[in-house]
């Protein structure tokens, strides 16, 4: 079993920063891919940005590329979201997950965090 716990949520001006940590533990996180994903009230939960378990690649949804970058430390167990230039349309309940190479939303093998909340007023 892995469990995953979120952190860094919090409220943020538009045009903002937040850098989101989660903190794998139970088993080993290493060989799995990491990622994010969120989801606004009312709305369902949608895919943000992943990374394989090296590392080495990197996938993000349209909307978050050249804003949003994934980034893991094995060593730590731990893989961190930096979001830069955040708007309103940002805020959401961010969930770190992790599980076999591509993520999915609806996958059974995914593990989840309990989230963090982001929220950007404008």
């Known amino acids: 079993q892995v469990q995953l716990v979120e952190s860094g949520g919090g409220l943020v001006q538009a045009g903002g920063s937040l850098r989101l940590s989660c903190a794998a533990s139970?088993?080993?996180?290493?060989?799995?891919?990491m990622g994010w994903f969120r989801q606004a009230p009312g709305k369902e939960r949608e895919f943000v940005g992943q990374?394989?378990?090296?590392?080495?690649?990197?996938y993000y949804a349209d909307s978050m590329k050249g804003r949003f970058t994934i980034s893991r430390d094995n060593a730590k167990n731990a893989v961190y979201l930096q979001m830069n230039s955040l708007k309103p349309e940002d805020t959401a309940v961010y969930y770190c997950?992790?599980?076999?190479?591509?993520?999915?939303?609806?996958?059974?093998?995914?593990?989840w965090g309990q989230g963090t909340q982001v929220t950007v007023s404008s």
């Open positions: 997950a992790a599980g076999p190479w591509p993520l999915k939303r609806d996958s059974r093998s995914v593990y």
């Open positions: 139970g088993r080993s996180v290493s060989s799995y891919a």
């Open positions: 990374i394989t378990w090296s590392g080495g690649s990197t």
